[in-house]
């Protein structure tokens, strides 16, 4: 009957094993892109992305179906990206203030060749993050291991106290 509740409460409450959200966010001139994603890698669509300064809001949006979304920002003030999905989920990434180019420099546009490398690199960070994040079954296992450990070293304790 107790194996029989416990597989019950496994599938009833699957929403308590919920997946979390993450958020990549990089400024690159005076664009922001942000990419939202859950732990298993997939997007966080048409979510909700607030973009704060010391000022308050100063942008917001909803990522596309890929869960991306760019903001054009001016300014070089540090910034906090919220990202909140309609499941309740939320992710914040903090982003230092941009660096300001020296006097007398002349800030040309980004290469189209360029900016496309920029953006294949994104992508690659972003894969290298995901699966950083990702639970693995040598955590899972070294996780049962630990507690099958301490339930064994508390057992051992209890069979000594009641034999002496």
Avoid: C
Avoid at 96 to 119: C, H, N, Q, W, Y
Avoid at 126 to 151: A, H, P, Q, S, T
């Amino acid at each position: 009957m107790r194996w029989l509740a416990l597989a019950l409460a496994l599938f009833v409450f699957k929403g308590a094993l919920a997946h979390r959200l993450s958020v990549f966010a990089q400024r690159t001139g005076n664009k922001l892109y942000i990419y939202s994603y859950f732990s298993d890698g997939t997007p966080a669509r048409n979510a909700k992305v607030f973009i704060y300064s010391g000022k308050g809001i100063v942008a917001s949006g909803t990522t596309n179906a890929t869960g991306e979304l760019v903001v054009n920002l001016n300014g070089t003030s540090p910034l906090r990206v919220v990202v909140e999905e309609p499941d309740g989920h939320r992710a914040e990434a903090k982003l230092k203030g941009k660096r300001v180019e020296p006097r007398g420099s002349k800030s040309a546009p980004i290469r189209t060749d360029v900016a496309e490398e920029l953006k294949e690199i994104r992508r690659e960070l972003v894969k290298i993050r995901m699966d950083m994040e990702r639970v693995k079954l040598r955590d899972v296992v070294g996780g049962l291991g630990w507690i099958l450990g301490i339930f064994g070293a508390f057992a051992f304790a209890l069979s000594k106290r009641d034999r002496g």
